[in-house]
């Protein structure tokens, strides 16, 4: 049987230790092949090595697990360690193989392992490749809902990875089909999200955005005037000289 290579990811040294000890007893079913104590380091691991699991705890210094599985190598499989339960929900809209909540067992372990076994021996079923394939938007929606209200926004990068825009720097944002487009001159940012999602974010109301229009929506810090026009409507100017036009049935919420 071919071994298992297991990556361990985790801020804290005694979290790493339990784990490389709870893996040994699996030797040489299972190998740990690296341990990183930040996702930084564990991307560049998981790039050289092509770990089958990578044990990723969820609260770390700058990139967090969930932005860090969203980041691994397709063929790399992640499972959470966490003492945090109320993420379970969206690590496992992730694809996670499972969520373990600390303290766990060696048992519980088992079960992870016993599962990942499972997902490997399905790899070559076509509907299980597809799911591990869903596109990435769909993976980066689940991740953003959780995030904490920090005023930023994560926004997908071309060739894959998160950027954090912080939000203060977006003067408005557009609908455009299932997708916003932010736009932060000279910077414009896709993401796949209806402008009735990003307002009724907490990040997007602690920011201040109002609806402007049924198409969309201002970051009142970067208005410069307010001009009047017919028919009840008006026109901002914004800080980078762009012109909004503000609907009627809107207009008060500026006033």
């Known amino acids: 049987m071919t071994p298992l290579k297991v990556l361990i990811v985790d801020d804290e040294a005694p979290a790493r230790a339990k784990l490389r000890r709870l893996l040994l007893a699996h ?7 690296g341990e990183a104590g930040d996702a930084l380091e564990a991307l560049r691991l998981a790039e050289a090595l092509q770990p089958d699991l990578a044990l990723l705890d969820i609260q770390m210094p700058g990139m967090n697990g969930l932005e860090l599985a969203l980041a691994l190598p397709p063929a790399t ?12 929900l969206r690590a496992f809209e992730l694809n996670a193989v499972d ?18 076994r ?33 005023g930023h926004w994560l926004v997908p990068q071309r060739g894959g990875g998160l950027m954090k825009l912080a939000l203060a720097q977006v ?9 916003i487009a932010l736009h932060a001159p000279p910077a414009q940012h896709l993401d796949r999200h209806t402008l009735a999602d990003f307002l009724a974010h907490a990040a997007a109301q602690q920011a201040g955005f109002v ?12 208005i410069h005037c307010i001009a009047s026009l017919a028919r009840g409507e008006a026109e901002l100017t914004l800080s980078s000289g762009a012109k909004l036009r503000v609907s009627r049935g809107y207009r008060e919420q500026l006033i």
């Open 27 to 33: 030797a040489p079913a299972v190998q740990v092949v």
């Open 77 to 88: 499989h992640c499972a959470f360690c966490t003492a945090f339960e109320q993420h379970a």
């Open 99 to 116: 969520y373990l909540l600390k303290p766990f067992s060696a048992e519980r372990l088992d079960q992870t392992l016993a599962r990942l």
């Open 118 to 150: 499972q997902r490997i021996q399905a790899s070559n079923n076509s509907e299980d490749r597809i799911d591990r394939e869903r596109p990435r938007a769909a993976l980066l929606s689940a991740l953003q809902q959780l995030q904490p209200v920090s």
């Open 171 to 179: 003067e408005w944002v557009a609908a455009a089909d299932n997708y």
């Open 211 to 222: 609806r402007v229009h049924r198409s969309h929506a201002v970051n009142p810090a970067h």
